[in-house]
């Protein structure tokens, strides 16, 4: 991973740079599109105290343009990142504001993450959205992002920071089997933190025209709860595959969520989900025979160059096909990994949604261009999930009966879909 540097804040100032928009109406499909775009920021919100609360976030130095100003010899980054807290999705009120120029000095590599925070006015118990803006002010480019603010209890993962052995600040909740973490909360008052354990149960997701296909209900009973002393910088490790719910009281919902898959997720470095996740474009027959390959990677290649015709291409297509896989898992990943949800089998065969819009119960991905006849609109609804706030589930419809096999006999007869 690369080193953090730590940003040197230049200005913060009450009034934000840009003012309020509707989240409704903006085209969100960047959020899900590694091409679209320069930057992909990341971010943690943690409530401080009663009344205010601060947004953490984490630049790639590779993505920021460094460059020399008036004379100088030195080249530097120049970053302004502006947030305004709105009420609900759909406002365009403006309750607090707050913006923070960030000037980083190239070492001449740029293979490091700049760190920072802004913090804002919100208060408990109340539900927000926040609006956050960095612009590039060499390149000229700039990033906008929706954050829902989750200030209606003490007990949700926004009170909770992870923090490594050596103090930096993960930004995600999945961790290696050799990961040690500190876990900070903002009740200073706490001594113990109730951990349930849930081994973790994984299906896939019907096909998306299937309307008896019914979603396994997340199961809130765990496989063992224990408790642990409220560490002091030291950290704790996790080694068992699963997901750990963390709280502060554990006859209260919520907590923050720690997720154990496998090392090196979200990328595809195993031999059984180069498998796995075949199941979306092959047949039983072909799937089992897979399964049943004493050398998987051997199986999987001949099976993709069977399709592909060459070697060449059979390596683009494993490249393209797998990439979506890594790229569910980062963008998808609720209490299951993100390739095995509805959003992530839609992006695997169809790829990036041209356009995604969202509001505070669901988000909508549209492929194509009405009235265009093969346009394809697909609507995910948000689920009351404990342990996580990523949990979409797909309305499904009849009619993507069509479009589903067009797109997964496309993967099947050696083309990429939706390129």
């Not at 060499?138 to 003490?154: E, I, P, Q, T």
């Not at 299906?203 to 025209?209: N, R, T």
């Not at 069977?306 to 393209?320: M, Q, T, V």
Request: hydrophobic share 30%; charged share 25%.
């Amino acid at each position: 991973m690369k080193p953090l540097s730590l940003a040197i804040l230049l200005a913060l100032c009450v009034i934000s740079c840009e003012g309020p928009q509707r989240a409704t109406r903006i085209n969100q499909a960047f959020l899900y599109n590694p091409n679209l775009g320069r930057l992909h920021p990341k971010f943690n919100i943690y409530h401080l105290s009663e009344t205010e609360s601060q947004l953490d976030f984490l630049l790639d130095a590779s993505e920021l343009q460094y460059m020399k100003r008036g004379g100088d010899s030195i080249q530097r980054s120049l970053v302004n990142i502006s947030v305004v807290l709105h009420s609900t999705f759909e406002s365009t009120d403006m309750l607090d504001s707050a913006s923070t120029k960030i000037t980083d000095v190239s070492d001449g590599k740029n293979d490091k993450f700049i760190h920072g925070e802004i913090k804002f006015k919100a208060s408990y118990p109340n539900s927000y959205y926040l609006q956050v803006t960095i612009s590039d002010l060499n390149r000229k480019s700039s990033y906008k992002a929706f954050l829902h603010v989750d200030k209606k209890d003490h007990f949700n993962k926004q009170n909770f920071l992870l923090l490594s052995e050596e103090g930096r600040e993960y930004f995600g909740t999945d961790i290696g089997s050799k990961d040690r973490v500190q876990i900070l909360c903002n009740n200073e008052k706490l001594t113990r933190y109730y951990v349930k354990y849930f081994k973790g149960k994984f299906y896939l997701p019907g096909p998306p025209f299937s309307m008896k296909y019914v979603q396994p209900v997340f199961n809130t009973h765990p496989d063992s709860i224990y408790s642990i002393s409220v560490p002091g910088g030291e950290g704790i490790s996790f080694p068992k595959k699963g997901m750990y719910l963390i709280q502060a009281d554990s006859s209260k919902p919520g907590g923050i969520t720690l997720l154990r898959f496998y090392d090196g997720f979200p990328e595809v470095t195993t031999k059984e989900l180069l498998v796995n996740s075949l199941r979306y474009v092959t047949t039983k027959e072909e799937f089992d025979k897979l399964h049943e390959s004493k050398d998987k990677k051997a199986a999987v290649d001949k099976y993709w160059l069977e399709i592909a015709g060459n070697e060449d291409r059979a390596k683009e297509l494993i490249s393209r096909y797998y990439n979506r896989v890594q790229d569910a898992n980062r963008y998808f990943t609720s209490y299951t990994e993100g390739w095995r949800t509805d959003r992530g089998m839609i992006y695997m065969i169809f790829g990036p949604p041209e356009s995604v819009f969202k509001n505070g119960t669901s988000e909508t991905w549209e492929y194509g261009r009405n009235p265009n006849a093969s346009a394809l609109s697909f609507i995910f609804v948000h689920q009351s999930n404990p342990a996580t706030e990523n949990d979409y589930q797909l309305r499904r419809e009849p009619q993507y009966k069509s479009p589903w096999y067009k797109g997964v006999d496309a993967w099947r007869q050696g083309r990429i879909y939706n390129e």
